[in-house]
């Protein structure tokens, strides 16, 4: 399979906010935003297990958003501030139906659609 057939996804992601990218034509094309995936994080709790817990639920619930997004991965590029990028990719390393995605990582500071775009465009060329 060539690089250019496959099924390649890039996302900016901080622990709130995620933007996912991919080509217009699943395999091939230009790369097109698919999709924005907010966490609004826990609620405010008195008691820390109870916010920690709902902090673990809501990070693993804003994972499956985006991952759905991006059906039949080959390919992820996953760029961003902090160490969200990192968590998700242990995620989909420990999902039956992403754990053979070839996947990279890098630090970036946040960026617009534009600048996504130009950046996964430029990384996967």
């Known amino acids: 399979m060539s690089e250019k057939n ?3 996804f890039g996302v900016w992601m901080d622990s709130h906010h995620a933007i996912i990218t991919g080509r217009e034509n699943i395999d091939n094309g230009n790369f097109i ?4 995936v907010n966490n609004s994080g826990p ?9 920690n817990n709902q902090e673990i639920t809501l990070t693993h619930s ?11 991965i080959d390919q992820v590029h996953v760029t961003g501030t ?4 990192e968590q ?11 754990k053979n995605v070839m996947s990279t990582e890098s630090t970036s500071n ?12 430029e990384f996967f060329n």
Do not use: R, V, W
């Open 6 to 8: 496959k099924k390649q």
């Open 33 to 36: 935003i698919l999709g924005h």
């Open 43 to 51: 609620d405010n709790n008195s008691n820390e297990s109870a916010s």
């Open 62 to 72: 804003f994972f499956k958003e985006i991952a759905a997004i991006m059906p039949n």
């Open 82 to 85: 902090g160490q969200a990028q």
């Open 88 to 98: 998700f990719i242990k995620f989909l390393a420990g999902t039956a139906q992403y």
């Open 110 to 121: 946040k960026m617009d659609d534009a600048q996504l775009i130009t950046f996964m465009t």
